[in-house]
């Protein structure tokens, strides 16, 4: 028996020594334990050698490098989240000591707004969770098949995402052209941008049912409700939220990146708002970040749509902080050492991912877009009262004979643009800004802090304090920057409760979601035909106070997460001995269903089926019928 069995012996043994696979063997082989031993013995018998696979090599067609997930190609970097099929609209990857969200969606509809919500708010509570990042997918998908990603036709590396161009995307959306050749794809681009904003079509749906209902309904009521209080939780963040403007992003598209309290743009970051020009206004605390910078700079972004890019982003005071895409992989890579040193020293950790944006080796990088207008911007608006002023005064700049003949032909361009625009959304805009930055002056004057001094605070804000003073100068500083973004969420919620029942922002959204179609567009008839017939008296009524149930209000949020155990339960801070609950059971339950991504669906199914012969959908047909000759 001894002699019978030494054969195998040897033979396992001879398995052990590492062997080199030849091409011709199979990827792997899994004999059974049975068939394992009998080959063994036969092999061992016959004096045989035969090679079995132990393992997976690199010259392996089916090899999987475990470092491909994290220094993946553009094409696929992101396929590692929660969804596998990568169609929610927000994904997440999880990383020890970093939340890691991905916008994947490219409006921001009730259902988007509440998937954001849930998880930032797990990712904030989170004890394992040092710091969260957001930025954007960028994958390109077959038309054929939509699960399996193809090459990418463009680079994000070398240059800024262009912006969205009918040119791009064919009919449906299915095929497209080559941004480099123009060349027919049968490629569909998924993200060439990071965000268009809010989508336009709910926008509609709800705007013509409030306006066929004659009052603002629950669904849009609920719509503006959750979307401002996502854009406070980002600005007030009790974690480091490092948010990437990663491409082109419109309107209230931008606002989220640039509210968190680690903003960061790279080269690609473009960033631009014209609502005034489809007849709406900045939201989701856009009018707030426009109020942060100087002088007449945001009002004169907002109403002349001016595009800004890369560095102008870091240089008018809209993102915090310069960081390249490729800083996020390793981010992922070393998040699990943030639980290893305390908060500060992990703060201090994320601050060496921030570059200098005017580092001479970089080539690509420019001074101020609007530096060489910025005087004459002051001029116009930042010391106007009033817009009807501002016209006036560009009109002047405009037929007055310069020596610099280029500053009458700006003037004439900003005048064209503004022209274009909504005359009653322009006064909203102006007003929503003006009375943010009248606000901050006179918290300011109360607090006794002088123009230097809060330029001082500005700047120390953009990094960690590092003595006690300027430690209190940034706690300052917040305070006062809080309540102005209160108060510019409160307004915009009055202003968007009325404007939803008003005809000027049905027409914008008609001729804005119609602009590509050479036989449905034509322009919008705003209901006032200039900014001087829109009186003060009906300004002032869209920021009346509203219903206590309708006006924006936050409740506090708790930094600590709930625990079913009871032991656990008693140390958290809203612990009630009475109840033996952390935490309001009936104000749990509606916020589960608040947030929900089903919330309002069977209203919203219900407005659908009322709007069958909406205005919009008559207006269409008739422009049509007009273009062939039937009326």
Same mark, same amino acid.
């Given at each position: 028996?001894?002699?019978?069995?030494?054969?195998?012996?040897?033979?396992?043994?001879?398995?052990?020594?590492? +062997?080199?696979?030849?091409?011709?063997?199979?990827?792997?082989?899994?004999?059974?334990?049975?068939?394992?031993?009998?080959?063994?013995?036969?092999?061992?018998?016959?004096?045989?050698?035969?090679?079995?696979?132990?393992?997976?090599?690199?010259?392996?067609?089916?090899?999987?490098?475990?470092? *491909?997930?994290?220094?993946?190609?553009?094409?696929?970097?992101?396929?590692?989240?929660?969804?596998?099929?990568?169609?929610?609209?927000? $994904?997440?990857?999880?990383?020890?000591?970093?939340?890691?969200?991905? @916008?994947?969606?490219?409006?921001?509809?009730?259902? +988007?707004?509440?998937?954001?919500?849930?998880?930032?708010?797990?990712?904030?509570?989170?004890?394992?969770?040092?710091? #969260?990042?957001?930025?954007?997918?960028?994958?390109?998908?077959?038309?054929?098949?939509?699960?399996?990603?193809?090459?990418? =036709?463009?680079?994000?590396?070398?240059?800024?995402?262009?912006?969205?161009?009918?040119?791009?995307?064919?009919?449906?959306?299915?095929?497209?052209?080559?941004?480099?050749?123009?060349?027919?794809?049968?490629?569909?681009?998924?993200?060439?941008?990071?965000?268009?904003?809010?989508?336009?079509?709910?926008?509609?749906?709800?705007?013509?049912?409030?306006?066929? !209902?004659? !009052? #603002?309904?629950?669904?849009?009521?609920?719509?503006?409700?959750?979307?401002?209080?996502?854009?406070?939780?980002?600005?007030?963040?009790?974690?480091?939220?490092?948010?990437?403007?990663?491409?082109?992003?419109?309107?209230?598209?931008?606002?989220?990146?640039?509210?968190?309290?680690?903003?960061?743009?790279?080269?690609?970051?473009?960033?631009?708002?014209?609502?005034?020009?489809?007849?709406?206004?900045?939201?989701?605390?856009?009018?707030?970040?426009?109020?942060?910078?100087?002088?007449?700079?945001?009002?004169?972004?907002?109403?002349?749509?001016?595009?800004?890019?890369?560095?102008?982003?870091?240089?008018?005071?809209?993102?915090?902080?310069?960081?390249?895409?490729?800083?996020?992989?390793?981010?992922?890579?070393? +998040?699990?050492?943030?639980?290893?040193?305390?908060?500060?020293?992990?703060?201090?950790?994320?601050?060496?991912?921030?570059?200098?944006?005017?580092?001479?080796?970089?080539?690509?990088?420019?001074?101020?877009?609007?530096?060489?207008?910025?005087?004459?911007?002051?001029?116009?608006?930042?010391?106007?009262?009033?817009?009807?002023?501002?016209?006036?005064?560009?009109?002047?700049?405009?037929?007055?004979?310069?020596?610099?003949?280029?500053?009458?032909?700006?003037?004439?361009?900003?005048?064209?643009?503004?022209?274009?625009?909504?005359?009653?959304?322009?006064?909203?805009?102006?007003?929503?800004?003006?009375? #943010?930055?009248?606000?901050?002056?006179?918290?300011?004057?109360?607090?006794?802090?002088?123009? *230097?001094?809060?330029?001082?605070?500005?700047? =120390?804000?953009?990094?960690?304090?590092?003595?006690? !003073?300027?430690?209190?100068?940034?706690?300052?500083?917040?305070? @006062?920057?809080?309540?102005?973004?209160?108060?510019?969420?409160?307004?915009?919620?009055?202003?968007?409760?009325?404007?939803?029942?008003?005809?000027?922002?049905?027409?914008? $959204?008609?001729?804005?979601?119609?602009?590509?179609?050479?036989?449905?567009? /034509?322009?919008?008839?705003?209901?006032?035909?200039?900014?001087?017939?829109?009186?003060?008296?009906?300004?002032?009524?869209?920021?009346?106070?509203?219903?206590?149930?309708?006006?924006?209000?936050?409740?506090?949020?708790?930094?600590?997460?709930?625990?079913?155990?009871?032991?656990?339960?008693?140390?958290?801070?809203?612990?009630?001995?009475?109840?033996? /609950?952390?935490? *309001?059971?009936?104000?749990?339950?509606?916020?589960?269903?608040?947030?929900?991504?089903?919330?309002?669906?069977? *209203?919203?199914?219900?407005?659908?089926?009322?709007?069958?012969?909406?205005?919009?959908?008559?207006?269409?047909?008739?422009?049509?019928?007009?273009?062939?000759? $039937?009326?």
């Amino acid at each position: 028996m001894a002699s019978s069995m030494r054969p195998a012996r040897t033979a396992i043994a001879s398995l052990r020594q590492p +062997s080199v696979p030849r091409p011709s063997d199979p990827p792997f082989f899994l004999p059974s334990a049975g068939s394992a031993l009998s080959g063994m013995r036969r092999m061992a018998g016959s004096g045989a050698v035969r090679w079995v696979r132990t393992g997976f090599f690199r010259q392996d067609d089916h090899f999987v490098d475990p470092e *491909d997930p994290l220094f993946a190609r553009s094409v696929d970097e992101y396929q590692h989240a929660d969804d596998g099929t990568m169609r929610a609209p927000v $994904l997440e990857r999880n990383n020890v000591g970093m939340g890691m969200l991905l @916008i994947n969606t490219d409006t921001w509809d009730l259902r +988007s707004v509440n998937m954001l919500y849930r998880k930032m708010r797990d990712l904030e509570v989170h004890s394992l969770k040092r710091f #969260v990042a957001v930025t954007s997918t960028t994958q390109h998908r077959s038309v054929t098949d939509q699960s399996s990603p193809v090459p990418p =036709i463009h680079s994000l590396h070398d240059g800024y995402v262009r912006p969205p161009d009918a040119s791009l995307i064919g009919e449906g959306g299915d095929m497209g052209t080559d941004w480099d050749t123009g060349e027919p794809t049968s490629v569909r681009l998924t993200r060439p941008y990071f965000s268009l904003g809010i989508d336009k079509k709910m926008l509609l749906l709800l705007a013509e049912s409030c306006v066929v !209902e004659g !009052e #603002v309904l629950p669904s849009a009521a609920a719509w503006i409700r959750n979307s401002q209080e996502v854009s406070y939780m980002v600005a007030t963040y009790y974690k480091p939220l490092l948010f990437l403007l990663n491409g082109y992003a419109e309107d209230a598209g931008a606002s989220w990146p640039l509210l968190a309290n680690r903003s960061c743009a790279y080269h690609h970051s473009t960033f631009k708002t014209d609502t005034a020009s489809w007849g709406f206004i900045p939201t989701c605390g856009l009018s707030y970040v426009l109020s942060r910078m100087s002088s007449g700079l945001g009002l004169y972004v907002a109403l002349a749509g001016e595009t800004l890019r890369g560095t102008d982003l870091i240089h008018g005071g809209l993102a915090r902080h310069w960081m390249s895409p490729e800083a996020l992989p390793l981010l992922e890579i070393t +998040s699990e050492k943030q639980l290893e040193v305390s908060e500060r020293d992990a703060a201090h950790l994320l601050e060496e991912h921030f570059i200098n944006p005017t580092s001479p080796h970089d080539q690509r990088t420019d001074g101020f877009k609007l530096a060489r207008w910025e005087q004459e911007i002051n001029k116009a608006l930042a010391q106007r009262d009033s817009l009807v002023d501002v016209e006036r005064h560009l009109e002047r700049l405009a037929t007055t004979a310069y020596s610099d003949k280029t500053v009458a032909v700006w003037a004439q361009d900003t005048l064209q643009q503004m022209r274009e625009n909504s005359p009653l959304a322009m006064q909203l805009t102006f007003e929503l800004v003006r009375r #943010v930055q009248r606000l901050r002056h006179s918290l300011m004057a109360e607090t006794g802090v002088m123009a *230097d001094e809060w330029k001082r605070m500005v700047r =120390i804000s953009r990094r960690l304090p590092s003595t006690a !003073e300027e430690d209190s100068l940034v706690q300052m500083y917040e305070a @006062i920057e809080e309540r102005c973004l209160t108060e510019a969420l409160t307004l915009e919620t009055r202003v968007l409760h009325r404007l939803m029942l008003h005809p000027d922002l049905l027409e914008g $959204l008609r001729a804005s979601l119609t602009r590509e179609s050479e036989k449905y567009y /034509y322009p919008p008839q705003w209901a006032h035909p200039s900014i001087n017939s829109v009186a003060a008296s009906l300004v002032d009524g869209f920021f009346k106070p509203l219903a206590a149930e309708h006006e924006f209000s936050v409740r506090e949020r708790s930094g600590f997460p709930l625990s079913a155990h009871p032991k656990i339960r008693r140390l958290h801070p809203d612990y009630d001995a009475h109840t033996g /609950y952390d935490h *309001d059971p009936g104000f749990m339950q509606q916020e589960v269903v608040r947030w929900a991504d089903d919330f309002c669906l069977g *209203d919203r199914m219900r407005l659908e089926e009322l709007l069958t012969d909406s205005p919009t959908i008559r207006q269409r047909a008739l422009s049509a019928a007009r273009e062939i000759g $039937l009326r």
